[in-house]
């Protein structure tokens, strides 16, 4: 649980629009997976599954977390593709409402698609292709510092002075990396969604 401290980067899991049949209420475990990574850099890093957060209040306002945390960078995770129209609508929703949070996408979708995103979606600000554990700390750091030229952090898409930078895709999660990961961290979501996944009972199919 969070107790009485800001979220330098919440990873977001926004499943599909409801009255689906498939509602993808399950996040990928990479998103644990990288939350943990991120923070054991020092990087206050927080998951967020909104199927599930509609499971225990279906009037859940995301706007509410992001203004009581006082996030800087939000991450949605485009993994599968029936769930594009759902990310990125959320996305400029987000830049609409929060203009200085910045927006990253990730995710098989994400990677594929990174250009065509990034030229016809202005409310996303960046894109980290392939695995996501270095290039995500050296975003931060980047952002933290103030500094505009992403051209060190592998793996990017980003956009400089309008124009869409794709980074070389240089770094691949190695077994040194994922040997330090914890994929089951159930400490890293808002609130006890891990519930959810500890209950095999919950149909998670009402969200």
């Known amino acids: 649980m969070l107790r009485n401290r800001s979220i330098d980067f919440l990873l977001i899991h926004v499943g599909r629009k409801e009255g689906l049949k498939k509602s993808l209420s399950l996040a990928p475990l990479g998103l644990l997976g990288l939350a943990d990574f991120l923070n054991k850099q020092n990087v206050c890093t927080r998951v967020l599954n909104i199927p599930f957060m509609r499971l225990e209040n279906k009037k859940f306002d995301l706007f509410q977390v992001i203004d009581k945390y006082n996030i800087p960078l939000?991450?949605?995770?485009?993994h599968w593709y029936p769930q594009l129209y759902e990310c990125l609508t959320l996305a400029q929703k987000i830049k609409n409402r929060h203009p200085q949070t910045r927006i990253v996408l990730g995710?098989?979708?994400?990677?594929?698609?990174?250009?065509?995103?990034?030229?016809d979606f202005c409310g996303i600000d960046f894109i980290v292709r392939g695995d996501p554990e270095i290039p995500m700390v050296e975003l931060v750091k980047c952002i933290r510092q103030n500094d505009s030229d992403l051209s060190r952090v592998p793996n990017l898409t980003w956009r400089k002075k309008g124009t869409i930078v794709v980074n070389p895709q240089s770094y691949a999660a190695t077994a040194k990396v994922l040997d330090q990961i914890s994929f089951f961290n159930m400490e890293n979501l808002i609130n006890d969604q891990g519930k959810f996944l500890r209950n095999p009972h919950v149909d998670t199919k009402k969200n």
């Open 107 to 119: 995710g098989f979708t994400a990677t594929y698609f990174s250009q065509e995103i990034m030229k």
């Open 74 to 78: 939000v991450g949605i995770t485009l």
